[in-house]
């Protein structure tokens, strides 16, 4: 088929502009500079704690933390966390507890998440029974009182002023987030309420997310990163409550993965309406669920293996029956509850929380951008597209 002369021009230019479109965009995403975050301030639970529950009541027992640090380092761990790696990747110290009054330095940010601790109120508090009582209204409370007073210490210098955080770095520095896990764990486990009610609750779970959210911009923040919830189907916490709970291929209950799929759906949700009502904000939303569900469908293809059952415990098809660092009587005969040969090779440290390799293996993942919305990498995390 022949074409006239100016139908080739025609086609020809719209190719042209086809390219260049698509060039401009490829050119735009490889351009974008790596973010300076100066601080990172933190908001979660046990997922991110770095020492905040420890020191406010008592500290873990050996041998939490004897993977890395040789030694209990307020860590739900073998070792480190997500936020220790992201901490680091980003050229700063581990953070300091907001709790912890003995040797902190908040001149890189500060964590204000601690173990047990849920977006709402939760019906029991610590150290009677149930959850942190330091759940996210009061972490926003502390970051606001840490956000006034830091900057009246370094106007008054001495000693103290060095550790803490410029005024500048307040609106600069990256805010992070991971909790949402104990809501659905305070509801199924403290409040046995059926499936149909915690998804029920979700809705309530999110708005008090989203309206902390919305207080810290206002208080400047303008990057976020938002981690989702992992499967909580797959953790021997879960698995020994509920023998029956139907599972899937990996061994997990899938009900209650379900319900931690809708929490993060919700959660994505709540995400792109942030978007649009705080404009000057940059939100990267991190699908942490999909990373670490891989290490329970496939361990043995990224080099772990009896992923279902606890590094640290005692007991049952789970190792879990008898909490890691306890002290059990079998048979007349005191046995310390320690951990097991190869942590390295182990998703779950505890029954509950994960080991170190497996926190550097989620981190590796998610910091390249390839879990999250929009696909940019963590530093990457201050730009808007």
Known sequence: MEYSPRVVISLFCSYMLILLTTSSTVTTTLALKDCEF??????????????????????LPAPYGETYFHMSAGRYSDGRLI????????????????????????????????????????????????????????QYS????????????????????????????FSKALYTFDIG?????????????PIQEVNASVPDIITGFS????????????????????????????????????KDEAGCA????????HLNHKLKQAVVQLRKELPLAAFTYVDVYSVKYSLFKEPAKFGFELPLVACCGYGGEYNSS?????????????????SCKTPSTRVVWDGIHYTDAAAKFVFNKISTGAYSDPS??????????
């Open 322 to 338: 008898a909490g890691c660092g306890t002290t059990i009587s079998i048979n007349g005969s005191q046995i310390f509850v320690g």
């Open 38 to 59: 100066p601080a990172i301030f933190n908001f979660g639970d046990s997922n991110s704690d770095t020492g905040g529950l420890a020191a406010a009541f008592l500290p």
């Open 181 to 193: 896990q104990n809501d659905l764990g305070e509801a199924i486990l403290s409040r046995n309420m």
């Open 83 to 138: 936020i220790d790696f992201l901490a680091k990747s980003l050229g700063h110290p581990y953070l300091s507890a907001y709790l912890d009054s003995l040797g902190t330095n908040f001149s890189y940010g500060a964590n204000f998440a601690t173990a047990a601790s849920t977006i709402r109120l939760p019906h029991l508090i610590l150290p009677q029974a149930g959850f942190s009582p330091f759940y996210l209204d009061i």
């Open 376 to 385: 940019l990498s963590l530093k990457q995390a201050c730009h808007r597209s």
């Open 211 to 246: 309206t902390n959210i919305k207080k810290i911009y206002d208080l400047g923040a303008r990057s976020f990163w938002i981690h989702n919830t992992g499967p909580i189907g797959c953790l021997a916490y879960i698995l020994v409550r509920f023998p029956s709970a139907q």
């Open 142 to 169: 502390q970051f606001l009182q840490l956000k006034s007073r830091s900057q009246l210490i370094r106007q008054r210098g001495g000693i103290f002023a060095s550790l803490m955080p410029m005024e500048e770095y």
């Open 254 to 261: 899938k009900a209650y993965n379900e319900v931690a799929q």
